[in-house]
């Protein structure tokens, strides 16, 4: 059995011109190309949305001023084709026994789904984040929540600690307060992406995160003994998320990272 280890270990592939534990400025659909197949674990990664997003009025109790410029949006007729291709790229670097965990809004999640389809994932559950505040609303209700798609190659084979006795698709998780410092306009909560990585990694795994914002997924795969490959397309966010990986990432009011 041993042998039997060392000998995957050998034959799997490196990362190319890519190495592990470091971000990437550039953007996806150019990057992702590059890394070979089957060399990456796990996949975690919070897209754009195509929403016409305003980073600095929608962030609920910030400052504007402390809130990153630069989101780079997808337009909506460009959204079906754009997530098409980095779901086909995802599923090529991914191994035989990797998985994705893709976020997305309401709006656009028949795109994701039929991205994943059209990949050639397996769709394993349909999760729900349930947070703690939404953008206030006249005419409709307010939405406070994100879909996450987990996904694999194999539904055979695949990675799974079952750290819960009863694990639900249901996760109220609060966003993190970040006030009085600098953030990305969506960074996500480090102990969603815990969860995530706890359930679907192992230590030693490679995680790619191909838009990565403020690096939370980075930063907690660090953390966690995991290996992580990140892509951003936005410069600042880019040196925002390496300025968080090489402090070990950053505390909150309430003392988290």
């Known amino acids: 059995m041993l042998n039997r280890q060392r000998e ?6 490196g990362l190319g011109p890519f ?60 959204y079906e084709n754009f997530t098409c291709c980095w779901l086909r790229e995802a599923y090529r670097v991914l191994s035989g026994s990797g998985s994705i965990y893709v976020f ?3 709006n656009r999640l028949k795109d994701v789904l039929c991205g994943l389809d059209s990949a050639g994932f397996h769709t394993v559950n349909h999760i729900i984040w349930k947070y703690q505040f939404g953008v206030f609303t006249r005419k409709k209700y307010v939405t406070s929540h994100y879909h996450i798609l987990f996904a694999v190659k194999n539904p055979r084979n695949y990675t799974f600690n079952k750290v819960e006795h009863y694990p639900e ?45 403020s690096g939370t997924v980075a930063v907690v795969s660090s953390e966690m003994e995991r290996h992580f490959l990140g892509f951003e397309l936005v410069e600042d966010y880019c040196r925002f998320a390496s300025e968080r990986i090489a402090s070990g990432g950053e505390t909150t009011k309430n003392g988290e990272k």
Request: net charge neutral; aromatic share 10%.
């Open 169 to 213: 698709d249901v996760w109220v998780i609060n966003r993190e307060y970040w006030k009085g410092k600098k953030k990305t306009p969506t960074k996500l909560p480090g102990e969603l992406i815990k969860k995530i990585l706890s359930y679907s990694s192992n230590p030693g795994d490679i995680v790619l995160d191909p838009f990565l914002g």
């Open 104 to 106: 997305s809004g309401w």
């Open 8 to 13: 995957r270990e050998v034959v799997k592939p």
């Open 19 to 78: 190495e592990k534990d470091r971000v990437y400025h550039g953007d996806a659909l150019r990057l992702m190309p590059l890394i070979p197949p089957c060399s990456i674990d796990l996949v975690v990664t919070d897209p754009p949305f195509a929403i016409d997003f305003r980073a600095q009025r929608l962030n609920y109790n910030r400052t504007a001023g402390n809130v990153l410029e630069g989101y780079a949006d997808i337009s909506p007729d460009d």
